[in-house]
Nanobody
Framework: QVQLVESGGGLVQAGGSLRLSCAASANIFSFNVMGWYRQAPGKQRELVATITNAGRTNYADSVKGRFTISRGNAKNPVYLQMNSLKPEDTAVYYC????????WGQGTQVTVSS
């Protein structure tokens, strides 16, 4: 069982940047898809960005051009660079890694003030 722990969240003013990291309790040497999701209060969890093992990326329309998902190493397999943050980006952000199973982190809070 792999445990994922997100970090890098916090409070930032609109227009600012944050970089989220996802640390794994065991080395992730292979995967199908890695992604970042978010859930704002009162809303359903939504996809933010994904990256496949072939390096293909996909972004929600709301974050295109502002967020970048990237691969790291076996212990920190995925990052999310968030630029030009907006108040509507406020949410709990989760990393997810799909190998044979789906693994989710517990989330990190991102709050963007106007």
């Amino acid at each position: 069982q792999v445990q994922l722990v997100e970090s890098g969240g916090g409070l930032v003013q609109a227009g600012g940047s944050l970089r989220l990291s996802c640390a794994a309790s065991a080395n992730i040497f292979s995967f199908n898809v890695m992604g970042w999701y978010r859930q704002a209060p009162g809303k359903q969890r939504e996809l933010v960005a994904t990256i496949t093992n072939a390096g293909r990326t996909n972004y929600a329309d709301s974050v295109k051009g502002r967020f970048t998902i990237s691969r790291g190493n076996a212990k920190n397999p995925v990052y999310l660079q968030m630029n030009s943050l907006k108040p509507e980006d406020t949410a709990v952000y989760y990393c997810k890694i799909t190998t044979t199973w789906d693994y989710w982190g517990q989330g990190t809070q991102v709050t963007v003030s106007s």
